[in-house]
């Protein structure tokens, strides 16, 4: 069963996702009203994810990201917001987390969500997709200013770069391209590697900005 913390300030919207994502089969392991008290709930209970409110009072969303990445902690986050700003889904983006929902989503979709990033993979709502691409384009590079140039992609890693874009997990790419999990387990590390980026997510917002996913 997949083991989940949520992090949100509205007392009902956590109590209500808790019991909705029980009845579908989630075990909600621990919950928390802000970003200070995020910290050690995490740390206690060690979820396959955490899901995560961006605006709250005191310490945010945004907060939690940086100090978990600080920490070195590497448990997928998932943000469930109402909010669709593009500053702040790069903001989050940048700062580590590995999917980004909007809370006007189904059950299932967030269920989806969540075994995607427990999985591996990566996920993003498609109703912003297509603007936080251009603000990508745009704007400063991912990987900072002081990033490394990327080095070029073989074919292959450019496949499995684009099977990674699209919320695919190692397992899964490894079934899709008929490879061993660990062959794809290399090709993702050899990836990070050539774009400099630190995790999944940054390396896919790298490939993006340098047009390497077209």
Do not use: C
Not at 58 to 72: H, K, N, P, S, Y
């Amino acid at each position: 069963m997949t083991r989940v913390v949520v992090v949100d300030d509205q007392t009902l919207i956590r109590q209500g996702i808790r019991g909705l994502l029980e009845v579908a089969g989630i075990d909600v392991v621990g919950e928390a009203d802000d970003g200070r008290a995020a910290l050690p709930v995490i740390a206690r209970t060690v979820p396959d994810v955490v899901l995560l409110d961006l605006r709250m009072p005191r310490f945010d969303g945004i907060w939690v990201l940086e100090r978990l990445r600080a920490d070195g902690v590497d448990i997928p986050v998932l943000v469930l917001t109402t909010f669709d700003d593009d500053e702040l889904v790069l903001a989050a983006l940048r700062a580590g987390a590995r999917g980004y929902l909007l809370k006007d989503v189904t059950l299932d979709q967030l269920t989806r969500a969540i075994r995607t990033l427990a999985d591996g993979g990566t996920l993003i709502a498609p109703s912003i997709t297509d603007r936080m691409l251009r603000a990508i384009r745009s704007g400063p590079s991912p990987a900072g200013p002081q990033a490394p140039p990327v080095q070029n992609l073989t074919e292959r890693e450019q496949e499995v770069l684009r099977l990674v874009a699209h919320g695919y997990s190692n397992r899964e790419i490894a079934d899709g391209l008929f490879l061993a999990e660990g062959t794809v387990k290399n090709h993702v590390s050899t990836i990070l590697t050539k774009l400099g980026a630190r995790d999944r997510t940054n390396a896919v917002l790298r490939a993006l900005h340098e047009g390497i996913l077209g």
